[in-house]
């Protein structure tokens, strides 16, 4: 039975605030209000360049994901919405924010410098693919891992991710 039709790209890269607001926290789920809270605490950067912006906001990704038809490819504005369509392959890119909110900086930390804050986003997209489904065999992966743990709390598979890096970890 052939899939109905999918919202066109440029459909689905409009933003609407409830998008935004969700897309704010990273992977959370909605019930995380931390890192809502976070994400509406701007960071002064007045008193670093008095002539430039007088804040920052939170970095807030886009996601553009291989459909599995060939060369077509889907833009999506929150990773939920990628979960939904069982995306296994996206790529992201920062569509606003300044400055990488606490929880993207706690999941950098973690990730110990093994990737960037896009890999995380990206990573963070995806599920039923490695890291969510592979064992973690590696200093590198164990680092990915953790950065997504933080990054993503809110993700599908992360008792999952968890368990496998719990293994690792003994």
């Known amino acids: 039975m ?7 790209a440029t459909l689905v890269a409009v933003l609407s605030v409830g998008f935004v607001v969700a897309a ?6 909605t019930d995380d209000r931390a ?16 002539s430039g912006p007088t804040g920052s906001s939170p970095i807030v990704f886009a996601f553009t994901c291989d ?26 890119a920062p569509i606003t924010g300044t400055e990488p909110s606490e929880q993207q900086r706690s999941a950098l930390d973690a990730a110990a410098g093994d990737v960037t804050l896009e890999q995380l986003a990206a990573g963070c997209a995806v599920s039923g693919t490695a890291p969510w489904t592979s064992a973690v065999t590696s200093p590198s992966q164990a680092h990915l891992a953790s950065g997504l743990e933080r990054y993503c709390p809110g993700h599908p598979e992360i008792e999952r991710l968890r368990r496998a890096l719990a293994a690792y970890q003994r």
Do not use: H, K
Not at 68 to 86: H, I, L, N, S
């Open 2 to 8: 052939p899939r109905p039709p999918r919202r066109s």
């Open 24 to 29: 704010l926290t990273g992977c959370s789920s």
């Open 35 to 50: 890192g809502l809270a976070d994400a509406e605490d701007p960071i002064s950067s007045s008193a670093a360049d008095p």
């Open 67 to 92: 459909t599995g038809d060939g060369a077509e490819q889907e833009t999506y504005t929150t990773a939920a919405a990628v979960w939904e369509d069982g995306r296994t392959s996206c790529t992201a």
